[in-house]
């Protein structure tokens, strides 16, 4: 059984940071990519960024120059600084991992239960 749970989310003021963490643990054999997702009420589920295991990156458009991935490959941990937050980016934030379990044979996507932020004077 592999799990991701996340923590960091918040309510911020325009303009203001936050860093959000998501760290793997279970029965992981290996984990290729991670990355963050974020639902907005009455919107679908939108990639944020996403960071292989070598560290290649890919962010949104929208998110581009404001926000930063990295992760900790020996702590299967993912990290989401955010800064220059607006009250467009109010969502719910799912982080997940394309992880291989001990045992298994092929990679599947888990994802953790999502932390909300919420950007608002």
């Known amino acids: 059984q592999v799990q991701l749970v996340e923590s960091g989310g918040g309510l911020v003021q325009p303009g203001g940071s936050l860093r959000l963490s998501c760290a793997a643990s279970?029965?992981?054999?290996?984990?290729?990519?991670m990355g963050w997702y974020r639902q907005a009420p009455g919107k679908e589920r939108d990639l944020v960024a996403t960071?292989?295991?070598?560290?290649?990156?890919n962010y949104a458009d929208s998110v581009k120059g404001r926000f930063t991935i990295s992760r900790d490959n020996a702590k299967n941990t993912v990290f989401l600084q955010m800064s220059s937050l607006k009250p467009e980016d109010t969502a719910v934030y799912y982080c997940?991992?394309?992880?291989?379990?001990?045992?298994?044979?092929?990679?599947?996507?888990?994802w953790g239960q999502g932390t909300q932020v919420t950007v608002s004077s």
């Open positions: 279970g029965s992981i054999f290996s984990i290729t990519a």
């Open positions: 997940y991992a394309n992880v291989r379990p001990s045992g298994g044979r092929y990679y599947h996507n888990y």
């Open positions: 960071i292989t295991s070598g560290g290649s990156t």
